[in-house]
């Protein structure tokens, strides 16, 4: 255990690490924001009875998208880990089979994997929560315009953090990531049927 945790503080203190870590959760978390919208306007256009039904479409949306998340992530990341690490071993003239560089490596592979997965569960679960009061505080409706005002707001923090690490004006590229889900609501709103 001692030896994970040493090896997880080791890779948190990479900044590379944390970049491509940071760009996965951001984006994948943008498009479960963004198919989380989608999703709550459509149930409730279409007339899904309930909160709890929005809820449980949404979860499946949510194991979709976590699951590619995770599973994309961690095959990409083999594949280029792997390829790293042969042309560290040609440059080196040895196997780097069983090194810190390996571990560090399968290490950085993990974490991207959990950071990619955990973006698009934060982007669907914060959204659908205001189905939750469906029905005892909330109407359909009501649940529905919350849970919109709630994933635009999840889309301007995204920015709002990205705004913050490069030296930009966080609250432009707060309203910049917000739009995007302003657009997704009223384009599902525009839909025929």
């Known amino acids: 255990m001692a030896s994970a945790r040493e090896l997880l ?13 940071r760009r996965y959760f951001i984006s994948n978390g943008f498009d479960g924001t963004l198919t989380c919208i989608g999703v709550v306007i459509g149930s409730v256009l279409s007339g ?6 929005v809820i ?11 699951t590619s998340a995770v599973w994309s992530v961690w095959e990409i990341e ?3 880990k ?18 810190r560089i390996q571990r560090e490596h399968r290490g950085a592979r ?14 669907v679960l914060i959204p659908l929560s205001p189905f939750l009061l469906e029905g005892t505080v909330l109407s359909m409706t009501e649940a ?10 999840v889309l301007g923090a995204f920015g709002a953090y990205m705004g913050s690490i490069s030296d930009q004006r966080w609250y432009v590229a707060a309203a910049r990531m ?14 025929p049927g």
């Open 78 to 80: 083999r594949a280029e």
């Open 56 to 66: 449980k479409i949404g979860l499946g949306a949510a194991v979709g998208l976590g």
């Open 178 to 191: 917000a739009l995007a889900g302003l657009v997704v609501a009223v384009v599902n709103l525009l839909l």
């Open 110 to 123: 993990l974490l991207h994997a959990t950071m990619s997965g955990l973006g698009p569960t934060v982007g």
């Open 144 to 153: 529905a315009i919350a849970a919109v005002g709630l994933g635009i707001g």
């Open 9 to 21: 503080r080791r890779l948190l203190g990479k900044e590379d690490v944390l970049a491509i870590s």
């Open 82 to 99: 792997r390829a790293e690490i042969r042309r560290l071993e040609r440059a080196m003239l040895t196997d780097l089979d069983d090194t």
């Open 48 to 53: 899904v009875p309930n909160g709890l039904t």
